[in-house]
């Protein structure tokens, strides 16, 4: 089953490397080395920001309730 996932990753990769006219490493560098670690960089971002901007509004929401 495993073999076959891989199988067809690579038939994927070298069906983009025929489409693109780039081989089959450069679209695998691309992927693997570029562009996954930078989606993970983008999320680890994003999350960050949505984390900050929960916390001020707990913050805001906390102080506001003591104030009562």
Not at 31 to 46: A, M, R, S
Not at 47 to 53: A, I, L, S, T
Request: one cysteine or more; glycine letters at 2%; proline letters at 1%.
């Amino acid at each position: 089953m495993i073999n076959d996932f891989f199988d067809w990753c690579v038939l994927v990769l070298e069906i983009m490397a025929e489409y693109t006219g780039m081989s089959y490493e450069l679209i695998n560098i691309l992927i693997f080395v570029i562009l996954q670690p930078l989606l993970i960089l983008i999320f680890f971002y994003l999350w960050q920001r949505e984390r900050k901007k929960f916390r001020e509004i707990s913050d805001f929401h906390d102080y506001h309730k003591s104030e009562k």
